[in-house]
């Protein structure tokens, strides 16, 4: 019988290093694919989530602001209309936005209960409304000249056909039932905390004397008044503010992600639409919400 050799043929070390640095090279990408993509969707989430809080916040600051005196008379009155109230700081931010509804003025739907002269206590009623009139009845007595403005009064004696004011008119006016409104809410900036790593957009309601956080993230407030006078919107304080028509507010959130990314390198500063300037973390990426809040009324911001 023939005898056979059988020869077993293995791979050499050369084979076999080359063979695992050709692995561990494909490892290695394997792993960059699949670790940019992760890190791509936990980005992706991050800037969904910093987006969703931010128009969170800014429809609660908008919707407040468009409710802001709803249902009083325009103009004649504005300058006793309180309407808005900005805190700003050093660098032109603003640190709180007080949105109050406590207005005393006249509704939409009012009717005129009689003229008054300049320095009278008596108006002749017009409107067959003496029976609905108390001594505790609030009024408002409106200039009849266009721009005079408003001033508070009550009523002291009601007869018939005229009522006595509890103090005389300071011009000729006409005399209305007056229409309150009340509510105020306070939106204002907050340090950061666990939850919320860069700070918080925070509101305060009556009914709520601790101010709970809206949105995370909120690291700097814009707020910018455009009155019917100025040329360019404005800080909500100032000569303008007095006597002026308040038309609309000009609203910006700047919002950061709590996330740091170490491949991304943003600027050291952000310049906001007034001009005011905000230290922000090159390693956070940073969005900006901005919107023009037309008022349903004209306001006159007092000081």
């Known amino acids: 019988m023939p005898a056979y050799r059988i020869t077993e ?3 050499s070390l ?12 494909v490892a ?12 791509q969707t936990n980005q992706t989430a991050a800037t ?6 931010g128009r969170v916040a800014l429809y609660m600051v908008d919707h407040d602001l468009a409710e802001t005196g709803y249902g009083l008379e325009p103009q004649s009155c504005g300058a006793t209309m309180p309407a808005i109230s900005v805190n700003y700081a050093n660098n032109g931010l603003a640190t709180s936005l007080t949105i109050s509804t406590v207005v005393t003025g006249i509704g939409l739907g009012s009717i005129p209960l009689g003229n008054v002269d300049p320095g009278a206590t008596t108006v002749s009623l017009i409107a067959t409304t003496a029976s609905t009139l108390t001594a505790n009845t609030p009024l408002f007595l409106r200039a009849q000249q266009i721009g005079g403005g408003c001033t508070a009064n009550s009523i002291s004696a009601v007869g018939s056909t005229s009522i006595t004011l509890s103090q005389a008119s300071p011009y000729a006016g006409i005399a209305y039932v007056a229409t309150t409104q009340s509510g105020t809410e306070t939106y204002s900036l907050g340090n950061a905390t666990a939850n919320c ?13 601790v101010a709970q956080p809206v949105a ?5 407030m814009d707020v910018q008044c455009v009155y019917q006078n100025a040329l360019q919107p404005q800080q909500c304080v100032g000569p303008n503010a007095n006597g002026n028509i308040l038309q609309s507010i000009n609203l910006a959130l700047l919002l950061g992600d709590s996330r740091s990314d170490r491949q991304y390198h943003g600027p050291g500063i952000f310049t906001m639409p007034s001009g005011a300037t905000v230290s922000i973390q ?11 809040v037309p ?3 004209f306001f006159v911001v007092p000081q």
Not at 216 to 220: E, L, N, T
């Open 9 to 11: 043929k293995g791979f």
């Open 14 to 25: 050369v084979e076999l290093m080359v063979a695992m640095v050709i692995s561990l090279i």
């Open 28 to 39: 290695i990408a394997v792993y960059g694919i699949f670790n940019g993509i992760a890190r």
């Open 48 to 53: 969904q989530d910093m987006w969703q809080q």
């Open 197 to 209: 790593a860069l700070g918080s957009l925070q509101r305060l309601t009556p009914g709520n004397p």
């Open 216 to 220: 995370c993230g909120v690291v700097a």
């Open 282 to 292: 090159p390693n956070h990426r940073y969005t900006l919400l901005q919107n023009t």
């Open 295 to 297: 008022l349903r009324n």
